[in-house]
């Protein structure tokens, strides 16, 4: 066979290269890495301990809303941090590893979702051994063999539903019965949710000194669930079986004086239909966005006037509301229902219009109206919201002063926490050899374990 032309030989030659100055480089990003990874489960660590202590309860709805607000997360990830940040607190040896910087984040978020104690350090073998490729397809394989056991455990648990109903000798009707865990998790939470509805209730009328009839006393807590069932049937019966009878039957109605509107600290009436009082804060909120009928009395209470019922604010400023604001414009808060507030009440003169309300969900509505955080329009027609001690609350919070030298400064506080990092500490232990993830799901998952 006949020789290749010499220029194409030297054509085939590889460029030479810097291949120290290319492994340095190499070895400072991972080295950084270790050092990022090592930060990473030190605010986790920070995360988990502000979400239990509840720092992020101050006018937001959870860790989540705060943490996107505060810091700049997209809602997803911030969820997905404290997802983690919770999960790790039951897993200590997965902790230590992205501590010391030996594994990266994205395994230890893969772990998390199927980690528990009891298989936390077989699963930390695996992070060591594999890339973060090969976690995720072992997380896969695993979550495929709990999805089937569960189809199956689930079809179980649906077969052997039942509820027992019958009256007992004495004419009381006794309930017993078992319910898929997702059936069972709708009905405690609306007996929950009745359960706190007659709570407020019984608060609010309790004018008297504790009872000492036994009859009379406060509920124990299976007579509060009893009186819950009660209220959800009761509410399943107007909303099902009495289809035409009026909405302003189940209507919740507040009887306030004009001067309680304006003034909050005015002496007057602020009082629910049925008789119990509500404080002025709350009948304000209710009233920013709601039907109202104004009635007339003479001086000796006797109803002289009743004027046509009207809506606080009309639909078409309504669908304007939402169009211009479309969520609720409390700072971090992205939720899409909302109610009108009026920044100036339209108690105390202030007008029905656009550019006197803005949209608030139910949550921070009452924030403003009943915990202090206040709002105002300034002139370019941005909104401003102040805490209750005064302090501004930003829309988007300034970013927190770095070091002249982040990297650096990240380094000495690893050093100083006795980290010792290199270049090899996150390395995973893969030699190139082919994944088996069935064969590893039949050694690694706790049913199948021998």
């Not at 010499?6 to 492994?23: F, G, R, V």
Request: hydrophobic share 40%; glycine share 8%.
């Amino acid at each position: 066979m006949p020789a290749r032309p010499s220029n194409i030989l030297m054509a085939l030659q590889p460029t030479p290269q810097p291949t120290a100055e290319l492994d340095r480089l190499g070895d400072e990003i991972a080295e950084l890495s270790a050092h990022l990874e090592a930060a990473t489960a030190r605010l986790l660590a920070l995360i988990r301990e502000f979400d239990a202590r509840g720092g992020w309860n101050t006018g937001f709805r959870s860790c989540a809303e705060w943490l996107a607000w505060r810091v700049g997360l997209s809602p997803g990830s911030a969820r997905e941090r404290v997802r983690v940040a919770r999960a790790l607190g039951a897993l200590p040896a997965l902790t230590e590893a992205l501590g010391r910087g030996q594994l990266s984040y994205a395994k230890v978020r893969a772990l998390t979702r199927i980690a528990s104690p009891e298989t936390e350090a077989r699963l930390l073998a695996v992070a060591r051994a594999g890339t973060a490729v090969h976690v995720e397809r072992i997380v896969q394989g695993w979550r495929r063999v709990d999805r089937q056991a569960e189809a199956r455990e689930a079809e179980h648990q649906h077969a052997d539903r039942a509820l027992h109903v019958y009256r007992d000798d004495d004419g009381t009707v006794v309930l017993r019965g078992r319910l898929a865990p997702e059936v069972g998790e709708l009905l405690l939470r609306a007996l929950d949710a009745a359960r706190e509805t007659l709570y407020q209730r019984r608060r609010v009328a309790e004018a008297v000194p504790p009872a000492t009839n036994p009859v009379t006393q406060d509920p124990t807590r299976p007579q509060q669930q009893a009186d819950a069932l009660v209220l959800l049937a009761e509410t399943a019966l107007h909303h099902e079986l009495d289809p035409g009878a009026p909405g302003e039957r189940y209507q919740v109605v507040v009887h306030v004086e004009a001067g309680v509107l304006a003034d909050a600290t005015e002496a007057g009436q602020s009082m629910l239909e049925d008789g119990p009082h509500v404080p002025a804060g709350t009948s304000r909120r209710l009233a920013c966005d709601a039907s109202r009928v104004l009635m007339r009395h003479d001086e000796d209470g006797r109803v002289v006037e009743v004027g046509a019922r009207t809506r606080t604010i009309p639909p078409a400023l309504r669908r304007a509301l939402h169009h211009r604001d479309r969520t609720c414009r409390f700072p971090g808060c992205n939720v899409h229902v909302g109610e009108g507030h009026h920044l100036r009440h339209w108690a105390q003169g202030g007008p029905t219009t656009l550019s006197n309300l803005a949209l608030l969900c139910r949550r921070h509505h009452r924030s403003v109206h009943e915990e202090g955080y206040q709002i105002e329009r300034v002139p370019d027609g941005t909104l401003k919201f102040r805490r209750p001690d005064g302090r501004l609350l930003p829309e988007a919070p300034p970013p927190p002063a770095l070091p002249a030298d982040p990297v650096a400064a990240l380094r000495a506080q690893n050093s100083a926490r006795g980290l010792q990092l290199h270049a090899r500490t996150g390395l995973a232990g893969w030699l190139g050899e082919r994944l088996d993830v069935g064969c590893a799901i039949d050694v690694l998952h706790p049913p199948l374990v021998t």
